[in-house]
């Protein structure tokens, strides 16, 4: 299964985007949805996750209260809801999956970049 993140774009410092992690295949909802981010220069961060069910969401202390995500019943497709965007949230965005018990996630795509402007 390979995850394509898509939505990215520019903003302005306050502003608001909702990226979309669309799944080309999967027949079970036994995984974690995750988002990450990657900024020049630095290592990829986690930003959160969201099971195949929805019943569990985990955000990273740096997007908590600013940034959900959430998946549509019944769709493949997660979100990530990013509001009051500042200039340290410009990175590229990637989404990737985790199978319940796996350690790793898999089915990295090229990311969606997000500029964010002050």
């Known amino acids: 299964v390979q995850l394509q993140a898509s939505g990215g774009g520019l903003v302005q410092a306050g502003g608001s985007l909702r990226l979309s992690c669309a799944a080309s295949q999967r027949t079970s909802d036994r995984y974690f949805t995750g988002w990450f981010r990657q900024a020049p220069g630095k290592e990829r961060e986690f930003l959160g996750d969201i099971s195949g069910t929805a019943g569990s969401i985990k955000y990273a202390d740096s997007v908590r209260g600013r940034f959900t995500i959430s998946r549509e019943n019944g769709k493949k497709t997660v979100y990530l809801q990013m509001n009051n965007l500042k200039p340290e949230d410009t990175a590229i965005y990637y989404c990737?999956?985790?199978?319940?018990?796996?350690?790793?996630?898999?089915?990295w795509g090229p990311g969606t970049l997000v500029t964010v402007s002050s």
């Open positions: 990737a999956e985790k199978p319940y018990g796996a350690s790793q996630y898999r089915g």
